[in-house]
């Protein structure tokens, strides 16, 4: 089945400094992956579309410059949160969408990374 | 702009059955999803309707009314595993794009023995 990877499952990170989560689907090519974010015992927010060879779209409300995505092959996207401060604590979980035909296929859903900054 | 309601949280027994209603507000309509999440986990997808009826997998049936701008997850012969939240989803804005989607607030399932 379709396998996309998180890495790191979990990350503590000082105030002021970045940190890079990388996401992978491992069995299938994806041009387009996804960013979400949850905070605790809410639900999953659309931060933006990671597009392989052109660059990120952005949520309304969500500040490009802090969050940085960059996606380098058709199976790695990146995010990094720069200058990380507490209020950015949150799960970031990457999806991935197979590329080829069925439009409506499902998302699958890498393990999520949590972030703690202190 | 669109939006989603579920309730926060339902109980049951072992063995009893579940339904999550789902009604949604949006500006176009490419169907409704629901996802399950376990604490701490991945959310992984669990049905898909884009026409209106009932659509079965295994124990889990979900169930769509365009007209009513409604939909359900039925949970049935429930066990301890299926404790978790449980979220349906609709694609943002105008796209049908499966990627980009608006999660409702989740329904958490609480299974007793």
């Known amino acids: 089945g379709a396998v996309v990877s998180q890495h790191p499952s979990w990350v503590i990170c000082k105030s002021g400094t970045s940190v890079k989560i990388e996401c992978r689907s491992l069995?299938?090519?994806?041009?387009?992956m996804f960013w979400y974010r949850q905070f605790p015992k809410q639900s999953l927010m659309l931060m933006a579309t990671s597009n392989e060879g052109s660059k990120a779209t952005y949520e309304q409300g969500v500040e490009k410059d802090k969050f940085l995505i960059n996606h380098a092959s058709l199976t790695l996207s990146t995010l990094t949160v720069t200058s990380a401060h507490p209020e950015d604590s949150s799960f970031y979980i990457c999806?991935?969408?197979?590329?080829?035909?069925?439009?409506?296929?499902?998302?699958?859903f890498g393990n999520g990374t949590r972030l703690t900054v202190t | 702009g669109q939006s989603l309601e579920q309730p926060s949280e339902v109980t049951a027994v072992e063995g009893a059955i579940v339904q999550i209603n789902c009604t949604y507000q949006?500006?176009?309509?490419?169907?409704l999803s629901w996802y399950q999440q376990h604490d701490g986990g991945a959310p992984t997808f669990l049905s898909y309707n884009a026409l209106d009826g009932l659509e079965e997998t295994g124990r889990f049936s979900s169930f769509l009314s365009r007209s009513d701008s409604y939909g359900y997850l039925l949970l049935q012969e429930l066990q301890m595993k299926d404790s978790a939240s449980y979220f349906c989803?609709?694609?943002?804005?105008?796209?049908?794009?499966?990627?980009?989607?608006?999660f409702g607030a989740g329904t958490q399932v609480v299974v007793t023995p």
């Open positions: 949006t500006s176009g309509f490419y169907g």
């Open positions: 989803a609709v694609p943002k804005g105008t796209t049908d794009s499966w990627g980009k989607l608006q």
């Open positions: 999806s991935a969408k197979r590329d080829g035909p069925g439009g409506n296929s499902p998302l699958h």
């Open positions: 069995d299938f090519q994806a041009t387009t």
